[in-house]
Nanobody, 123 residues
Framework: VQLQASGGGLVQAGGSRRLSCGAS????????VGWFRQAPGNEREFVAT???????DYADSVKGRFTVSRDNAKNTVDLQMNSLKPEDTAVYYC??????????????????WGQGTQVTVSS
């Protein structure tokens, strides 16, 4: 499965951005799909995930501002980001896998990764 994250760019603080994760060679509806991000000098961190059944989970830092959703017809998983803050600046990655219980927030739970898309939030 090859993943492609898109939708990144420059946005002002308080603004919104929608990221999309598309797939080829596989059907995203059969995988849990996660979003992670990595800011300069930091380790990659969990942002959000959505199970095959559509159940979302969010990092505390984005809860209430970000929404993850599936569009099975388009074979995509989107991340709607609202009320963006400068600290949301990072490269955002999508990942797909079949993580076992307790690993959905960790990179080791995912087998396939996209190349990342840069989101920069200016103050």
């Amino acid at each position: 499965v090859q993943l492609q994250a898109s939708g990144g760019g420059l946005v002002q603080a308080g603004g919104s951005r929608r990221l999309s994760c598309g797939a080829s060679g596989g059907t995203l509806s059969t995988y849990t799909v996660g979003w992670f991000r990595q800011a300069p000098g930091n380790e990659r961190e969990f942002v959000a995930t959505i199970t095959k059944g559509g159940e979302p989970d969010y990092a505390d830092s984005v809860k209430g501002r970000f929404t993850v959703s599936r569009d099975n017809a388009k074979n995509t998983v989107d991340l709607q980001m609202n009320s963006l803050k400068p600290e949301d600046t990072a490269v955002y990655y999508c990942a797909a896998g079949r993580p076992i219980v307790g690993t959905m927030r960790f990179e080791r739970g995912y087998s396939y990764w996209g190349q990342g898309t840069q989101v920069t939030v200016s103050s």
